[in-house]
């Protein structure tokens, strides 16, 4: 590549830097607590999650019982069974969106041990849904998502250009202690980087939304049950009551005749007698058991398969466990502690550079304006066209790069404009 094409790569490489260096530690140091949360949570929660080991097992139908008797005004939604000895059973709610209040159940016992409040289809609990919320939104809600999309739309393109740099530079230039510090450790986080970059889209609200709509067109998308769908037009006002009662054989059914192996499993209650059970393996280590089968009359009335998802369902799947650091277990978590603490070294580095080549220590500006005149005019119309793209499939970085160019041009004008100092005469 032209000399041209180098420095304004590096001009570029290092404005998006500071621009998105905040957003990016931030979701860094938050990904890496969110990484360590499995421990802090087993722990924090033991009284919960942890009870005596017994050879005697009550029927999981007692067991949910002697939940809906400690809230007998709430609609019970779910039960999570013990997945191994020593742990609890959950027996979950209906709540105000995600949250759904679950009693802990001992297996073989039947008491209950106590009440807590778990999130989303993988049932965190309270500590780590706080630090997602954080990880995700800064504790803002919709609105903060933005920063987190912000970070995922540019580290892909920060990181590129950084290697673009370090295989580009001339091998006579000398480069400064930090500068290669900085640039090493992006060729070992460059993977990792991309990696996040790309499950944190799919996660994200304006690009996710495309992701999704493609995933659609091209017939992508992860199957999903539809035992009930027959029933949606029936009258849900006076919906007649499940009883736990029928649990017992929902399990056996499910562990006979549908296949259903995994030692972690969520059996859903119909919203109301006559319609189909869901049972759902969520197991998220490697390999993944995510299958799922639907029981009405007593019989495996539909089921969905890991094994027949498309591949690029498959792919969404292990992409997200393993961003979350479920996939591979421990060494999962090792991996983000890893990557993410590299990418906080990263960006403190960038911003020692930055600070130790300010304008007021006279160095200037660390690449003058105007370097995109000096690249062939055809080279740079396919950039264009491929930035222009890129831009309308993730909103965020268009936007932002339009808002980029927009300030640089006007901070050019104005210096432009401003006086020159007269030199003094000898």
Do not use: C
């Not at 929660?45 to 809230?71: F, G, M, N, W």
């Not at 495309?210 to 995933?215: H, I, M, Q």
């Not at 890129?390 to 404009?417: C, H, K, M, Y």
């Amino acid at each position: 590549m032209t000399e041209s094409w180098r420095s304004l790569v590096r001009r570029f490489h290092f404005y998006a830097g500071v621009l998105v260096g905040p957003f990016v530690l931030i979701a860094a140091l938050t990904g890496v607590l969110y990484a360590a949360t499995p421990q802090l949570e087993s722990w924090l929660y033991s009284d919960h999650l942890r009870v005596p080991a017994s050879e005697q097992t009550v029927p999981l139908s007692e067991q949910v019982k002697a939940a809906v008797a400690t809230r007998p005004d709430d609609q019970w939604v779910a039960v999570r069974p013990s997945p191994g000895p020593g742990e609890t059973t959950r027996v979950l709610f209906a709540g105000d969106g995600d949250a759904r209040p679950t009693v802990f159940v001992d297996p073989g016992t039947g008491a209950v041990v106590g009440t807590l409040d778990t999130y989303g289809t993988s049932g965190v609990l309270p500590l780590r849904t706080t630090i997602d919320e954080i990880h995700r939104n800064l504790l803002l809600g919709e609105p903060g998502r933005l920063y987190s999309e912000l970070a995922a739309s540019w580290l892909w393109v920060v990181a590129l250009g950084g290697v673009f740099l370090w295989f580009s530079r001339r091998r006579a230039q000398r480069v400064k202690t930090t500068t290669k510090r900085h640039a090493t450790l992006g060729l070992w986080v460059l993977a990792g980087a991309l990696f996040l970059s790309a499950t944190g889209l799919t996660w994200s609200t304006y690009a996710g939304e495309n992701v999704a709509d493609l995933r659609a067109a091209l017939n992508w998308s992860t199957p999903a049950l539809g035992g009930n769908d027959d029933h949606a037009g029936h009258d849900m006002s006076d919906p007649i009551p499940v009883f736990p009662g029928e649990v017992d054989s929902v399990l056996e059914t499910a562990r006979t005749e549908g296949g259903i192996d995994a030692a972690r499993i969520e059996i859903t209650a119909p919203p109301m007698a006559g319609m189909a059970w869901y049972v759902t393996e969520i197991e998220r280590g490697w390999p993944t058991q995510v299958d799922a089968i639907a029981i009405s009359g007593g019989e495996v009335s539909e089921q969905v398969r890991f094994s027949d998802y498309p591949l690029a369902a498959k792919l969404a799947r292990w992409g997200i466990d393993a961003h979350m650091g479920v996939l591979f277990g421990w060494p999962n978590q090792i991996l983000l502690l890893a990557l993410g603490l590299g990418l906080v070294t990263m960006v403190v580095l960038g911003y020692r550079m930055w600070w130790l080549r300010r304008p007021t220590r006279g160095f200037g500006r660390p690449v003058p304006r105007g370097q995109w005149r000096k690249v062939p005019r055809a080279q740079l119309v396919v950039v264009l066209v491929v930035a222009a793209a890129v831009g309308w499939f993730i909103p965020l970085f268009g936007l932002s790069l339009l808002a980029f160019l927009a300030v640089d041009a006007f901070l050019g004008t104005r210096r432009q404009e401003q006086p020159q100092p007269e030199p003094e005469s000898v």
